[in-house]
């Protein structure tokens, strides 16, 4: 197994990913962790971070003497180079002014880190790489037994190795993708160089995860908002898996879910996974709490605001316990890891609120609770991952992502039972058609598309049907297509397969009698039409 130290960086948790990628298990530490814990941890090799700043407290931190004692080979990345270089006995100039972004850096020396990896080749026959630099300080002299590993116009000490001990010391980040063979030298230095098995699987990350589970729970009881999206979902396995009977999931079905999603959230947790979940159905506060309601955030607000209420009540009645039980002192919660990011774990500003998004932030507070969270150091990826690993369906498990306010929002202004209805009836016919529609590699549309759903637009339209005349409502479908969500182009779906949807939609759905497809990318619409 692999020590990550980290120091601050603000893409420490991507090393991690990296190393799990390369199958390979390892854990994140803080950089001052002490001498007798790196002994006992017992890593094959270890991975110094990067760290966030520039401030001058930070150039004080460094690895314990413990790595340079233990005779593993080491890797240092960034900050990590610089403090490598400091405590061998080089040396780093201290600057203000930072080199930041895309730089191409020179291969020196045929080190074992480096050979055979590279993006492109000068005339001169060097090797080149493309990588992502984030720096201000630099190495200024290699420490004795160093050479050079890599360098640049404006970096000349761009790399370092010391090959006899494994030392290996990179200033840009092979951790982030912008660094093309990233992943190849990580997975060099783990397999190769520090000489792991690589035989790691994310199904191994549930042992550890419920061992870890176990420990901090101990014998305690443990509450969770299922709401049938994946975090959450993976959440509610993992700790079942580890605690049982131990686990109570709250399921607050609002009645703005898609069609028939509440039997399947239950049917799933509760049929199948044998957990304790109590299905709240509170559809009726909901829609009578919304009733006249017409703008989109005074929506968020009643459902986000709602949800807490009703999510809160049921909790309390778990914290006081009854019959056999002493009560819950924990809540569980999906956060995985781009969540706290997100959340401020990191210095970046908070984007301006074109959409309050729904969460439910500062509940443990308010409930007197102690936060569970065993997805926080993982990707959206690796937590679909887990969750096949769990044995959560893949179709659930690979959904699109589904909004906190549900069709609250997409059924525009107000908000009828009716119309929801229609929605939930509709929408459930685009998606099985998407699933059930192939391009030429064999792909379904569904999984072509990063989200896909239908509209209720409040208007009504002339139509006609048999021989009579109708008037009735119009949906719009929206697909996009998107890796982040912030920027998304509408997907190109294939002409047969809207032809398909439309045609079944107003024949089936008696009540909307027009379809039409939005063609808007984001910008300037946003995803949800609301
Ligand atoms: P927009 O519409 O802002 O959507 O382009 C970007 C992504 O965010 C989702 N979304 C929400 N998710 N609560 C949520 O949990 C919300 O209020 C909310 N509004 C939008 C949207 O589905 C898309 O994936």
């Known amino acids: 197994k692999i020590l990550i130290l980290d120091f601050g960086s603000q ?172 992943q190849a030298m990580l997975t060099r230095f783990v397999r190769e160089i520090a000489g792991c098995s690589g035989d790691w699987i994310m199904g191994n990350y549930i042992e550890e995860a419920v061992a870890k589970i176990r420990e901090q729970v101990g014998d305690e009881e443990v509450i969770l908002g299922l709401s049938g999206g994946v975090d959450s979902s993976v959440a509610a396995a993992l700790i079942h898996r580890a605690i049982g009977d131990q686990l109570t999931c709250v399921f607050v079905d609002h009645g703005l879910l898609r069609l028939n999603e509440g039997d399947m959230v239950m049917d799933m947790f509760s049929g199948r996974l044998h957990a304790k979940v109590i299905r709240v159905d509170a559809s009726e506060l909901f829609l009578g709490a919304l009733a006249g309601v017409t703008d989109p955030e005074k929506k968020r607000k009643i459902i986000g605001g709602l949800f807490v209420d009703v999510f809160k009540a049921e909790a309390d009645k778990l914290k006081a316990g009854t019959g056999g039980h002493k009560g819950a002192t924990f809540l569980a919660q999906g956060t995985i890891y781009p969540d706290v990011v997100e959340s401020g774990g990191t210095k970046t500003k908070k984007a301006t609120t074109i959409k309050s998004h729904h969460n439910v932030g500062g509940l443990p507070e308010q409930l007197g609770l102690k936060l569970l969270e065993p997805l926080r150091e993982l990707f959206k990826d690796e937590v679909r991952e887990l969750g096949v690993a769990l044995g959560l369906p893949a179709d659930m498990v690979y959904r699109h992502p589904f909004p906190g306010p549900g069709l609250g929002v997409r059924i525009l202004g107000e908000i009828k039972p009716e119309y929801v209805k229609l929605l939930q009836r509709a929408d459930a016919i685009f998606i099985e058609e998407l699933r059930a529609a192939r391009d030429a590699s064999g792909k379904s549309w569904y999984d072509l598309t990063s989200q896909a759903f239908t509209v209720f637009l409040p208007v009504k339209s002339v139509g006609v049907m048999g021989d009579g005349r109708t008037y009735d409502y119009v949906v719009a479908l929206r697909a996009v297509q998107t890796s982040d969500f912030m920027t998304a182009d509408w997907a190109e779906l294939p002409y047969s397969l809207l032809k398909k949807v439309s045609g079944r939609i107003i024949n089936e759905v008696r009540g909307i009698n027009r379809v039409t497809y939005d063609v808007s990318s984001k910008p300037p619409a946003t995803i949800e039409w609301e």
């Open 11 to 182: 893409v420490t948790q991507l090393i991690a990913r990296r190393v799990r990628e390369a199958h390979v298990y390892c854990e994140i530490h803080p950089n001052d962790v002490s001498d007798d814990f790196i002994r006992s941890f017992a890593p094959k090799g270890i991975i110094l971070s990067g760290s966030h700043a520039s401030t001058y407290e930070d150039h004080q931190l460094r690895a314990p003497q413990a790595v340079w004692d233990l005779g593993v080979p080491v890797l240092g990345i960034c900050y990590g180079m610089q403090t490598m270089a400091v405590q061998l006995g080089g040396s780093v100039e201290w600057s203000d002014h930072r080199e930041f972004g895309y730089a191409e850096v020179r291969a020196h020396g045929h080190t074992r880190l480096l050979k055979d990896i590279q993006d492109f080749a000068t005339p001169e026959g060097y090797g080149m790489l493309k990588v992502w630099m984030s720096h201000g300080d630099k190495v200024a002299s290699l420490p004795p037994g160093f050479k050079l590993m890599a360098s640049t116009p404006s970096c000349p000490i761009a790399g370092m190795a010391h090959e006899d001990k494994g030392y290996y010391a990179v200033q840009f980040h092979p951790e982030v993708t912008h660094t093309v063979q990233g």
